[in-house]
Structure formats: structure tokens, C-alpha cells
């Protein structure tokens, strides 16, 4: 059973018994949306996003390319490597550096 999460987003085809799953367990999702490149995936459970904005320089009145990362966690239900990009919504704190996790697969 798939619970309606309240973004226009692709739910996932498979189904997973993970209780932090926005689609199939209990985490509710609430504030920012983060889209970025996923950086490193080798934990079972968490990802690192990589997000780039621009960032004003105001001595010399231009824009510099600037970059954070941010953890998210992975549900079973979604499949992702290195190099995805994907969208993350805010949560609850899951751990001491974890309060994202992943809604969608972009590309």
C-alpha cells in the first residue's frame, strides 16, 4: 500500500518494508525540496547530494559557482548511483548529520 506523500512525484514501482519510507512506512515529509548530484552511495542506507548555486562575489561584482553537500536517506524502494540526480525532501532528524531523504529519481 502506497501512502499519497503531497508533491507531484513518481512513486516507486517496487515496495519495501522500511519504516523511514515516505511511500510505505511512517516518515512524514515537511519544508525544503533539494535537488542535486549524488556524490557517493557506497552506504547501505544514506547518500551524499551534492547541490551547486550561485554565489554572489561582491568585491568583484560577479557570480562564483558555489557547492554543498547534504546526507539524505535511501529508502529500499528507490534504486540510485552515483552520478543520479535526484530530489530530496526535508524530514525529522534521522541521525545526527541525516534530516533529507529521497523522494525521486530526476534522471
Given at each position: 500500500m502506497t501512502?499519497?506523500?503531497?508533491?507531484?512525484?513518481?512513486?516507486?514501482?517496487?515496495?519495501?518494508?522500511?519504516?523511514?519510507?515516505p511511500f510505505h512506512g511512517t516518515l512524514s515529509i515537511r519544508g525544503k525540496l533539494?535537488?542535486?548530484?549524488?556524490?557517493?552511495?557506497?552506504?547501505?542506507?544514506?547518500?551524499?547530494?551534492?547541490?551547486?548555486?550561485p554565489r554572489l562575489d561582491i568585491k568583484?561584482?560577479?557570480?562564483?559557482?558555489s557547492q554543498s553537500k547534504l546526507h539524505a536517506h535511501r529508502p529500499q524502494c528507490i534504486d540510485v548511483k552515483e552520478g543520479d540526480v535526484v530530489l530530496t525532501a526535508e524530514c525529522r532528524p534521522l541521525s545526527k548529520s541525516v534530516s533529507f531523504v529521497v523522494v525521486e529519481v530526476v534522471s
Open positions: 501512502r499519497n506523500i503531497g508533491l507531484q512525484v513518481k512513486v516507486p514501482k517496487t515496495e519495501c518494508h522500511d519504516d523511514l519510507c533539494v535537488q542535486g548530484k549524488v556524490v557517493s552511495a557506497r552506504a547501505p542506507k544514506t547518500i551524499v547530494v551534492q547541490q551547486e548555486f568583484y561584482k560577479r557570480y562564483a559557482r
